[in-house]
């Protein structure tokens, strides 16, 4: 009879101090005023149905090839070409935590940025896109170009006073 006494008020003694921590540690939360972060944001989230990828680009396409080959400064089926050349090099997997940014959209954004030096703020807005998230995967396209069109691509080397000089 004693043991399950003891047993009693050590449960109720746990009890009581794991509800005295959780009060402990919320007030302590909220006294340093965390706030939890979010993953992406609601509107970055929205980037599928929203962003300029799934929206102007489709509807210039199908329905005013001048105005889609004036932003992106390339023909429809030139876009789509280098697109299946370069997909597989800047196409990343979804995970559980979100999905990756289309390599199709990567390509736009990067083609946009080439071909107007529009400022990332700018793009983040029309393609919800973070800023940050741009600089990491615009060199990425570059390069992935840069490999697909070697075969197109000159370029010149002079050598003045020992330096090399890319024309």
Same mark, same amino acid.
Not at 54 to 76: C, I, P, Q
Not at 111 to 121: E, H, M, Q
Not at 136 to 158: H, R
């Given at each position: 009879?004693?043991?399950?006494?003891?047993?009693?008020?050590?449960?109720?003694?746990?009890?009581?101090?794991?509800?005295?921590?959780?009060?402990?540690?919320?007030?302590?939360?909220?006294?340093?005023?965390?706030?939890?972060?979010?993953?992406?944001?609601?509107?970055?989230?929205?980037?599928?149905?929203?962003?300029?990828?799934?929206?102007?680009?489709?509807?210039?396409? #199908?329905?005013?090839?001048?105005?889609?080959? #004036?932003?992106?400064?390339?023909?429809?089926?030139?876009?789509?070409?280098?697109?299946?050349?370069?997909?597989?090099?800047?196409?990343?997997?979804?995970?559980?935590?979100?999905?990756?940014?289309?390599?199709?959209?990567?390509?736009?954004?990067?083609?946009?940025?080439?071909?107007?030096?529009?400022?990332?703020?700018?793009?983040?807005?029309?393609?919800?896109?973070?800023?940050?998230?741009?600089?990491?995967?615009?060199?990425?396209?570059?390069?992935?170009?840069? #490999?697909?069109?070697?075969?197109?691509?000159?370029?010149?080397?002079?050598?003045?006073?020992?330096?090399?000089?890319?024309?």
């Amino acid at each position: 009879m004693s043991q399950q006494i003891i047993a009693n008020c050590v449960n109720t003694l746990s009890d009581e101090l794991c509800k005295e921590l959780e009060d402990i540690l919320e007030k302590e939360k909220k006294k340093n005023g965390k706030k939890h972060r979010i993953w992406i944001r609601n509107w970055i989230n929205r980037r599928s149905s929203l962003g300029a990828s799934s929206t102007l680009l489709e509807e210039l396409k #199908n329905e005013d090839s001048s105005s889609y080959r #004036n932003h992106l400064r390339m023909e429809v089926h030139q876009f789509e070409e280098l697109l299946s050349k370069i997909s597989n090099d800047i196409q990343r997997q979804d995970t559980h935590m979100r999905n990756a940014i289309p390599a199709k959209t990567k390509l736009e954004l990067t083609l946009r940025f080439l071909a107007t030096g529009d400022s990332f703020g700018s793009l983040e807005y029309l393609y919800r896109i973070a800023r940050s998230t741009m600089c990491q995967f615009i060199p990425e396209v570059c390069k992935a170009i840069s #490999n697909a069109l070697k075969d197109f691509i000159q370029v010149s080397y002079i050598l003045y006073l020992n330096k090399y000089y890319i024309f």
